[in-house]
């Protein structure tokens, strides 16, 4: 299956029509983009819910299914023993492209070791070490376990979530061969996208997403009704969109204004600017192309308020000349523009493809998790910069993880695997959920053999819990409010406990 195809749920035209109001890049031919940007703004906070203070929630997803049992590997014992020795059988050896060229274990060699629970050691793949550093780079390069993704973990500012994936309920290798609670379309691309942004894995029709549906909840605590709360760096997505909130689509420069539009920040094209503002000015008998033509301008003035407000914010970090590295820097910008865009509570959304590699898979994810190490960490290093690190969470989300069984050239579609959850108030250096104790014999002691054939592993995590862990961290109540934004969540958390479902935060 080809990038275009793994990435479908992102141009979907449900999506789409849901979402494209909140389009913050406007061009001289689309001044309607931003229609729907004061609907941004409607949503009424819950009583049960009132947080206060600031937070940011950073959702970056790996579009294609990232190999991450490649990212989070079995560290202890040989290549013919123990856990590492499992992991070298289950992928088809060490790879070797002279020997081995369809093996899919790394080299232990090459592996950052890092702590994990019970006394047990796991490795990261060597490009999780990967950083930005300033020009010129240091000489020699600092001990691996102190940069970039490793050096957070080492830290104490970084935990993974182990063999997580979407869920209807706890599910267990009977009811997988009974086909019974299941979610639809498993090992697809468009659905699995689907079910980690709604958090509703037993339908194709929710046009809603838990971080759209957070923002219902908590929009009113901003006080700027130009700007929503979901802000994606990446064009629309569905884990944005709520019933009545939409993402703010911007680019790693801002939001684009209008050609010649000065609006009330200045007059540098006046001529320019007369003639616009004559259109929208003027006195329209049809009500609704009035209201049509003042949204427009609203719009137009956001996007001017925003460029403006992010533009003041200087970010000395160093970010490599990256996608995902220039997406988050963007991010930190709009964040250190909190205050002048009068947010409280923001929820980004940046993405990186790439990641579906039936074959090439060892090249492939070396380029693209030194992207994302370098990416976390300068991200990270810029929260530090602007003194709110303890305030913003960063996770990653994948469609699914990947076979840990080799097709001869790289992986194929699998369910349950790794992510990162990153920030201040993490509780880091941890591994969350259970990661199997042996990959070639994976049996869980509730859900039973979690191998479905091949490597695919039944999740022993849901996306859920992970989930609810950051919206309660974010000021949702664990009450009905959360049922609201994780409608499933009771299946896996009861209502009252003030921790989240996995403890993910100090």
Known sequence: MNLHSSESIFTSRRALLKAAGGCGLMTNTSLMATLLNLQATKSLMAAETNPTGY?????????????????????????????????????????????????????????????GPDSRNFGLHPAMAAQAFADPEPDPLPDPSTTGVAGLYNAGKLSFVSNVGSLIEPTTRDQYNARAGLPLGL???????????????????????????????????????????NISVNGMNLFQTGSDVVPYAIGNNGATKVNGYAGSLGRQDRMNSRAINNILDQTYNDLLAKSFAETNRNSADAALQFNTATDAVDI?????????????????????ARASLGQTRQIFFVTNGGWDNHSGLIGAQQTNLAEVSRAIRSFYDATVELGIQNDVALF???????????????????????????????????????????LSTPVDSIAGNLNLGRGRLIPTTSVDEMAADLAMWFGVGNNQDLVDVIPNIRNFFSSGSTAGPLGLFT
Request: aromatic share 8%; charged share 15%.
């Open 187 to 229: 090992f697809s691309h468009a659905d699995l996208q689907r079910h980690w942004q709604t958090g509703f894995p037993q339908s194709r029709s929710k046009i809603t997403g838990w971080g759209g549906r957070m923002a219902d909840l908590l929009q009113s605590t901003n006080s700027n009704p130009s700007v929503s709360m």
């Open 316 to 336: 000395n970090t160093p970010f490599a000349s990256e996608n995902p590295s220039n997406q988050l820097k963007m991010v930190a910008k709009v964040i250190g």
């Open 396 to 438: 990653t989300a994948s469609d699914f993880a990947r076979t840990l069984g080799t097709n001869g050239q790289g992986s194929d579609h699998a369910w349950g695997g790794n992510q990162i959850v990153a920030g201040g108030s993490v509780d880091g250096g941890k591994l969350f959920g259970k990661y199997p104790t042996s």
């Open 55 to 115: 937070k940011a929630i950073v959702c970056l997803f790996l579009l294609g299914g990232n190999d991450s049992y490649n990212m989070l590997t079995p560290y202890d014992g040989t290549a013919t023993s123990g856990e590492y020795g499992d992991y070298v059988d289950v992928r088809g050896g060490i790879n070797d492209p002279d020997t081995n060229p369809g093996g899919l274990a790394l080299d232990q060699s090459s592996l950052v070791s890092i702590a």
